[in-house]
C-alpha cells in the first residue's frame, strides 16, 4: 500500500512483545516515534507482535488524543485553551498562529510542516498562556524554554525544599532515602499504623484516607501487588505534581518504595501524562540512580508508563485499563483496587503528592507530622495558585491558611512569606493595595479545578481545610485555585469548561457521553449571547442527570463547577 | 435470601440477584436500554438508575446486588428526571425510529424528542459492504453489545471495537475496513442483539427501500455467480 519500512519497527517491538497487550501503548508510541504518525501497516504489525486484535488496536489508537492516525506535521504546536491560559489570550493565539500558517486549529499544512492544535490544559497554568511544542520529538515550552520554570512560594518548603532550582535534584542533594530506612526498620503493619497516625490523605482529588488504602491492599491475599503512582495530572488548573515530578523526582520513588514496604508490593508503575513529557527523562534519570543506589531494582522495581492524551486516565481504574493496554474506559466498581486492581491483582494507587508527604512522615514521625496544618487536616499542602495574580505559582501551606492569606501572597504581599515568619505576624497589615484588590477587584475563584466549584470574595475567610472547605460548599480537590478578577467574563469560562469535558468524556455511559455534549452546546450559546428559552432548565437537568447518574467521576462533577456559578449567580442568564 | 424493600413492596430476592432482577421478579418495572441477558452488563444506559436509602447517587439496577434491609426507591423524582434526561439527549443525537421499545419509554416519561434545540447529531452513511447485513450507525445507542459479542460474551472474533471518544465514539474496524476485509465471520451475533436497527439483514433492509423480493433474488444470483467466478480464478 505505502512504501513505509517497516525493519526498524520490528527493532523496536522485540522490547515490548513479551509484555503482550500491555505493551501496546509504548509499542504504539514508538512506532508513532518512527514515523510520526501511525500508519495501518506500522498498527498491524504492532497488533502482531503483541497478539493484539487488529480492531482493538484501532480502538485505542482512536481513543488517546496524542496518537495520530492519519499524518501529522514534523512539528506540532500545542496551545492551551483552558480555563486559565484562556483568560491569558489562549484563543487568539491559536488563532494568530493558526492564520500564520493557512490552517484551521488541529489541521496541518499541506507540506506536513506544521499542525497547531487546540490542546486541553497542558498543566502549565502558572506560565499562562502556554504552549507545548514537539519539533521532531523534541520539546519545548513556550517559546524556547526546554523545561518549564517553577515557581514555588508558600509558608513552608517541607515538601518543595527541593523545587524551584531550575533543574531535578540529584540523588546525592535528596539524601539517601533516610525515611525509606526508617520505614524498612519497621514491619509492614508498623510502617501503615505510622502513615494512619499522621492522618495522610490523598492529594489527588478525592481525599480518601491514605492508610486505608494501604491496609487493604497490604490484607488482600492475592501476588504480585502494585503499587501506582498517579502522576496522569490533567485536572484544568492543576500544576504541582509537574513541579514535585520534575524538580524533585526521588521524593516520590521513595515515597513509593515505603508503600511497596507496606503492602509487600514487587513491581511499582508512574502513569505519567503524555503532555508532561519533558519529565519523562528526568524520571529516567532518577530511577538509575536509585536503582544504583541498591533502593530499586532488588525487592521492588518501577516502571514508567507514558499517557497519550485522555484526562479520563487520571481516574483510577482508567488509568488501570491504559496500562494494561486497552481503552481508558472507567470500571464499574466495586470491586476496589485494593483487591482488584491493575492486572485485577490487588493494588495502591496514589497521588504524587501524597506519596510526597510518605517521606516526610517518616522523617518527622507521625506525631511531629501532625504539629503541621490542623488536627482534622493534618501535614502542608500545595495549592496551585493560577489566573488573575502577581505571582501565579505553586504555594506550598499548612492546612488552616486562609484563602486571604493564599491569596495576599499570590498577590505580593510586602511581608517576607518566604521566610516563613508570616504566620507569626498576623497583625501586620498587608499592602492595602492588595487589601483593596482583594476586597474590589476579585469577582470568583474556581476551586478544585474543572470539576471543582466557584467560590466568591465572601469566603475569603475560610480556612483551607478539608473540613472547613466542605462545610462551605467548595472541593479542596487537587488544590486549584484560580483566580477572576471583576473584568472577566464567566460566560466564557464556563464555555471553556464545557468544552474540555466534552472533549475528555470517555463515552462509555450515556449520561457522560450526550450530557457533556449538550451542556457544551448550551454554555457555547451563553457565551455568544445566543441563549434559547429553556436553556436555564436543560442546564439544570442536564447537569444534575449527569451528577447524580454517571459512572464515574468524570461525569459526576462534570457539571459541578457550572451549578456552582449558576447558584452563584455568577453569570446573568 | 436478602430481603429488601423496593417502592414499599417487600421482596425476597434469589441470592446473587442485581435490583433489577430482584425487582422485575416482583413485577416492578425497571427500563434498561443496554443491558441483555446473553451479554455482560457494563452499565452504560443509567436507564436502570434507582435510588438506594444511603447512598448519595443512583445506582445502576443492573449491577448492584440486592442486599438485606435494602430500601430502593425505582420511581422517585431524582430517578424520573435522570431517565427522561436522557432518553431526551439520546433522542436528540440519534434516529430512534427502528427502536420501538424506546419510543414507548419517551411516551412513558413524557420525553420530548425536541427538547434539546440546535443538537449536534451522530449522522454517518450506511455502511453496505457485504451480502450479510448493513451498519447504520446513525442509529447506534453504543449499547456495546455487538462490539461484546464479537468479543468475549461469544464469539472471540474481535473484527469490531470503537473509534473515537465521548459524544464522537463510533462502532469501527481496523482503520474503517469493510467488514469482508476483517476477521468478521459473518456469524450475525451482532446483528440478532442489535435492539436499535442499527444492525440488519441485508434483506430486510433492501425491502425497506422499496427493493422487490423478485429483485433481491436477482441479485442473489448475481452475487452467486460472482463469487464462483471469484473462486475460479482464485
Given at each position: ?275 508532561y513529557p519533558y519529565i519523562l527523562p528526568v524520571l529516567e534519570n532518577a530511577l538509575s540512580e536509585a536503582r544504583a543506589a541498591g533502593y530499586l531494582g532488588k525487592k ?274 | ?68 434491609g435494602m430500601r430502593v426507591q425505582t420511581k422517585s423524582e431524582r430517578v424520573i428526571r435522570a431517565r427522561k434526561t436522557i432518553l431526551e439527549m439520546l433522542a436528540s ?142
Amino acid at each position: 500500500m505505502s512504501d513505509i519500512d517497516l525493519a526498524p519497527l520490528q527493532a523496536e517491538l522485540s522490547r515490548f512483545d513479551l509484555q503482550g497487550r500491555s505493551g501496546l501503548l509504548p509499542a504504539l508510541q514508538a512506532a508513532q516515534r518512527l514515523y510520526g504518525w501511525l500508519p495501518q501497516e506500522a498498527a498491524a504489525e504492532v497488533a502482531k507482535a503483541l497478539g493484539v486484535p487488529l480492531a482493538d488496536v484501532h480502538g485505542v489508537i482512536e481513543f488517546y488524543s496524542l496518537f495520530y492516525s492519519e499524518p501529522v506535521g514534523k512539528r506540532i504546536v500545542r496551545v492551551c485553551t483552558d480555563a486559565a491560559c484562556g483568560l491569558k489570550g489562549g484563543e487568539q493565539i491559536l488563532s494568530g498562529l493558526c492564520a500564520r500558517h493557512g490552517i484551521q486549529p488541529n489541521q496541518t499544512t499541506p507540506d506536513l510542516s506544521t499542525t497547531i492544535e487546540s490542546s486541553p490544559c497542558l498543566g502549565l497554568c502558572d506560565l499562562a498562556p502556554a504552549t507545548l511544542t514537539v519539533d521532531d520529538g523534541r520539546w519545548t515550552i513556550g517559546d524556547n524554554e526546554l523545561r518549564p520554570r517553577s515557581m514555588v512560594y508558600g509558608l513552608s518548603s517541607l515538601l518543595t525544599s527541593n523545587c524551584g532550582k531550575g533543574r531535578a535534584a540529584t540523588l546525592a542533594e535528596y539524601g539517601a532515602y533516610p525515611a525509606l530506612r526508617r520505614a524498612l526498620e519497621l514491619t509492614p503493619e508498623a510502617v501503615i499504623a505510622e502513615v494512619k497516625a499522621a492522618g495522610l490523605v490523598g492529594r489527588g482529588g478525592a481525599a480518601f484516607p491514605t492508610a486505608v488504602k494501604w491496609e487493604g491492599a497490604a490484607k488482600a491475599e492475592s501476588f504480585p501487588k502494585y503499587i501506582v503512582c498517579n502522576a496522569d495530572e490533567s485536572e484544568p488548573g492543576t500544576f504541582k505534581d509537574r513541579v514535585l515530578l520534575l524538580d524533585d523526582p526521588h521524593r516520590v520513588i521513595e515515597g513509593m518504595c515505603i508503600a511497596a514496604h507496606a503492602i509487600g508490593a514487587t513491581r511499582g508503575y508512574i502513569y505519567l501524562r503524555g503532555e508532561y513529557p519533558y519529565i519523562l527523562p528526568v524520571l529516567e534519570n532518577a530511577l538509575s540512580e536509585a536503582r544504583a543506589a541498591g533502593y530499586l531494582g532488588k525487592k521492588f522495581d518501577i516502571e514508567i508508563r507514558l499517557g497519550a492524551g485522555a484526562y479520563i486516565c487520571g481516574e483510577e481504574t482508567a488509568l488501570f485499563e491504559s496500562i494494561e493496554g486497552k481503552r481508558g474506559y472507567p470500571r464499574i466498581k466495586p470491586p476496589f483496587p485494593t483487591t482488584n486492581g491493575l492486572f485485577d491483582q490487588p493494588t495502591v494507587i496514589n497521588n504524587v503528592e501524597t506519596l510526597c508527604n510518605v517521606p516526610l512522615i517518616f522523617e518527622k514521625g507521625a506525631a511531629g507530622y501532625r504539629q503541621i496544618g490542623t488536627e482534622k487536616s493534618p501535614g502542608p499542602k500545595l495549592f496551585c495558585v493560577s489566573g488573575d495574580v502577581a505571582k501565579p505559582g505553586v504555594y506550598e501551606v499548612p492546612f488552616g491558611t486562609t484563602l486571604r492569606e493564599l491569596l495576599t501572597m499570590a498577590n505580593g504581599s510586602p511581608v517576607d512569606w518566604l521566610s516563613g515568619s508570616a504566620v507569626n505576624q498576623s497583625t501586620e497589615q498587608p499592602d492595602s493595595r492588595i487589601t483593596e484588590k482583594l476586597e474590589n477587584g476579585l469577582q470568583a475563584i474556581l476551586f478544585g479545578g474543572a470539576a471543582g466549584a466557584f467560590a466568591t470574595p465572601a469566603h475569603l475567610d475560610v480556612k483551607l481545610t478539608f473540613e472547613d472547605l466542605r462545610a462551605a460548599g467548595l472541593p479542596l480537590g487537587s488544590g486549584v485555585v484560580m483566580v477572576f478578577d471583576q473584568s472577566r467574563d464567566l460566560r466564557q469560562t464556563l464555555a471553556r469548561l464545557g468544552k474540555f469535558f466534552a472533549h475528555e468524556s470517555c463515552g462509555k455511559c450515556y449520561p457522560c457521553q450526550l450530557g457533556t455534549q449538550r451542556q457544551m452546546e448550551i454554555l457555547q450559546r451563553l457565551a455568544n449571547g445566543e441563549w434559547q428559552m429553556g436553556d436555564s432548565e436543560r442546564l439544570q437537568d442536564v447537569g444534575w442527570t449527569m451528577t447524580d447518574a454517571s459512572l464515574c467521576g468524570l461525569g459526576q462533577t462534570a457539571a459541578s463547577a457550572v451549578l456552582s456559578a449558576l447558584k452563584l449567580g455568577l453569570v446573568k442568564l | 435470601m436478602p430481603q429488601l424493600i423496593i417502592d414499599d413492596k417487600e421482596i425476597s430476592a434469589d441470592d446473587g440477584a442485581t435490583i433489577l432482577e430482584a425487582a422485575r421478579q416482583a413485577d416492578i418495572d425497571i427500563p434498561t436500554i443496554c443491558w441483555h441477558p446473553a451479554t455482560s452488563s457494563n452499565g452504560l444506559c443509567r436507564m436502570c438508575v434507582v435510588e438506594v436509602e444511603g447512598m448519595r447517587l443512583l445506582q445502576p439496577g443492573c449491577l448492584v446486588k440486592a442486599a438485606d434491609g435494602m430500601r430502593v426507591q425505582t420511581k422517585s423524582e431524582r430517578v424520573i428526571r435522570a431517565r427522561k434526561t436522557i432518553l431526551e439527549m439520546l433522542a436528540s443525537s440519534v434516529d430512534l425510529s427502528d427502536f420501538p421499545e424506546i419510543l414507548a419509554l419517551m411516551d412513558e416519561y413524557g420525553a420530548s424528542s425536541a427538547r434539546f434545540p440546535l443538537a449536534e447529531r451522530r449522522e454517518v452513511e450506511v455502511k453496505d459492504d457485504n451480502p450479510m447485513f448493513i451498519r447504520d450507525y446513525a442509529k447506534c445507542v453504543l449499547c456495546w453489545r455487538c462490539v461484546q459479542v464479537c468479543a468475549e460474551d461469544a464469539q472471540f472474533t474481535f473484527a469490531i471495537n470503537f473509534s473515537g471518544r465521548g459524544f464522537e465514539t463510533q462502532i469501527g474496524t481496523f482503520f474503517d475496513r469493510a467488514l469482508p476485509a476483517t476477521s468478521c465471520v459473518f456469524c450475525g451475533q451482532c446483528v440478532g442483539v442489535c435492539p436499535s436497527g442499527a444492525l440488519k439483514p441485508k434483506r430486510e433492509f433492501l425491502l425497506e427501500q422499496g427493493v422487490t423480493p423478485e429483485q433481491i433474488a436477482a441479485m442473489k444470483t448475481g452475487l452467486k455467480s460472482k463469487v464462483k467466478s471469484q473462486r475460479s480464478s482464485i
